[in-house]
């Protein structure tokens, strides 16, 4: 038995994994297990988890890679401890993650799901700006119930009896099963933030959020509609009837424009004018086509440093006493 089960899922990334596996082993609290659940990875991933020889790594291995779902279940299924802590491989943890996070829940009983706020940074390593600004449960679970998400899914950590009871992760809101998992615990439980940055969050390219996009963007649709419909007494749709029923054209077209945006945040140009591609030529967004028509006109890296310098501005006023209010605006699509 430990405190804490740490599950990260791993699929083909070598070249970030050791600094996210350090900066697990390198935690200030020590009392927990390290479940990697190696997800079928065809590269050199296995064999740099095998070069660690700490007795807290528990390596699963699976012969075909079945996505990250299936991974965290059954990291869910193997856990031991009374908390789970989620990590994806290509992040890093700040040495007190997860001591602040364990201190929290042990005194906030009520409190079944805590996340942490976090410094963005791109594949080099270089910081780009502070991000989440929303921490008490009240601006959470407000955010969450009008479809918007304000937790890093590998920043939380979580009470295992509640996951559990739940049924873990559902395979039918893939690419957002973090966001279902928050819906279905509002019922029972709290979720919050610390106001602590303790992660490293990076904008990886080749990572699902920025590969998966419109996949992302339905599960996620698909998630608040079965919430509603559970509010309200009703059954939930198959996916498959929530699709044919539903124009999610508008949903769509905000996925791709948020993820063209956080491409050009990291300087990948050619990802940037594949995505405002796929927008469509019937798009009025002026920006979208300001923005494609800089990069196709070779202004790309210029508006790209001007873009960056702007997150930078925006994490500064997040840090600040106004964050509050400056994330409120956000939502509301003012800025």
């Given at each position: 038995?430990?405190?804490?089960?740490?599950?990260?899922?791993?699929?083909?990334?070598?070249?970030?994994?050791?600094?996210?596996?350090?900066?697990?082993?390198?935690?200030t609290?020590?009392?927990?297990?390290?479940i990697?659940?190696?997800?079928?990875?065809?590269?050199?991933?296995?064999?740099?988890?095998?070069?660690?020889?700490?007795?807290r790594?528990?390596?699963?291995?699976?012969?075909?890679?079945?996505?990250?779902?299936?991974?965290?279940?059954?990291?869910?299924?193997?856990?031991?401890?009374?908390?789970?802590?989620?990590?994806?491989?290509d992040?890093?943890?700040?040495?007190?993650?997860?001591?602040?996070?364990?201190?929290?829940?042990?005194?906030?009983?009520?409190?079944?799901v805590?996340?942490?706020?976090?410094?963005?940074?791109?594949p080099?390593?270089?910081?780009?700006?502070?991000?989440?600004?929303?921490?008490?449960?009240?601006?959470?679970?407000?955010?969450l119930?009008?479809?918007a998400?304000?937790?890093?899914?590998?920043?939380?950590?979580?009470?295992?009896?509640?996951?559990?009871?739940?049924?873990?992760y559902?395979?039918?809101?893939?690419?957002?099963?973090?966001?279902?998992?928050?819906?279905?615990?509002?019922?029972?439980?709290?979720?919050?933030?610390?106001?602590?940055?303790?992660?490293?969050?990076?904008?990886?390219?080749?990572g699902?959020?920025?590969?998966?996009?419109?996949?992302?963007?339905?599960?996620?649709?698909?998630?608040?509609?079965?919430?509603?419909?559970?509010?309200?007494?009703?059954?939930?749709?198959?996916?498959?009837?929530?699709?044919?029923?539903?124009?999610?054209?508008?949903?769509?077209?905000?996925?791709?424009?948020?993820?063209?945006?956080?491409?050009?945040?990291?300087g990948d140009?050619?990802?940037?004018?594949?995505?405002?591609?796929?927008?469509?030529?019937?798009?009025?967004r002026?920006?979208?086509?300001?923005?494609?028509?800089?990069?196709?006109?070779?202004?790309?890296?210029?508006?790209?440093?001007?873009y960056?310098?702007?997150?930078?501005?925006?994490?500064?006023i997040?840090?600040s006493?106004?964050?509050?209010?400056?994330?409120d605006?956000?939502?509301?699509?003012?800025?």
């Amino acid at each position: 038995m430990c405190r804490v089960s740490v599950i990260m899922p791993v699929y083909n990334a070598e070249r970030y994994l050791r600094e996210a596996i350090d900066s697990i082993l390198g935690q200030t609290f020590t009392d927990f297990e390290f479940i990697i659940i190696d997800d079928g990875s065809t590269d050199g991933s296995p064999e740099i988890i095998s070069q660690y020889k700490d007795k807290r790594i528990k390596l699963v291995r699976k012969a075909r890679n079945e996505g990250l779902v299936s991974a965290l279940n059954l990291g869910i299924e193997l856990a031991s401890g009374k908390y789970i802590a989620r990590m994806d491989a290509d992040d890093i943890a700040l040495p007190q993650r997860l001591e602040k996070q364990v201190a929290f829940l042990d005194s906030h009983p009520d409190v079944a799901v805590v996340g942490t706020r976090a410094w963005r940074f791109d594949p080099a390593g270089r910081i780009i700006e502070s991000m989440i600004s929303v921490t008490k449960w009240e601006d959470v679970h407000r955010y969450l119930r009008s479809s918007a998400n304000r937790l890093i899914h590998g920043s939380v950590t979580m009470r295992t009896d509640v996951v559990r009871r739940l049924g873990g992760y559902r395979q039918q809101f893939r690419h957002a099963e973090d966001i279902d998992l928050w819906l279905r615990i509002l019922d029972h439980a709290k979720i919050c933030n610390l106001p602590d940055k303790l992660m490293f969050y990076r904008s990886n390219p080749s990572g699902v959020r920025l590969t998966k996009i419109l996949e992302a963007a339905h599960s996620s649709a698909y998630a608040f509609d079965c919430y509603l419909r559970r509010i309200n007494g009703l059954p939930e749709r198959t996916y498959e009837d929530f699709i044919d029923s539903t124009d999610l054209t508008h949903r769509e077209a905000e996925a791709i424009w948020s993820a063209a945006l956080e491409c050009l945040m990291i300087g990948d140009l050619n990802k940037v004018k594949e995505m405002l591609g796929e927008m469509g030529k019937n798009s009025k967004r002026l920006s979208k086509h300001l923005i494609h028509f800089a990069i196709s006109s070779g202004l790309g890296k210029f508006l790209s440093l001007i873009y960056k310098k702007y997150r930078r501005i925006r994490g500064s006023i997040i840090d600040s006493r106004f964050s509050v209010f400056f994330s409120d605006l956000k939502h509301r699509k003012i800025l």
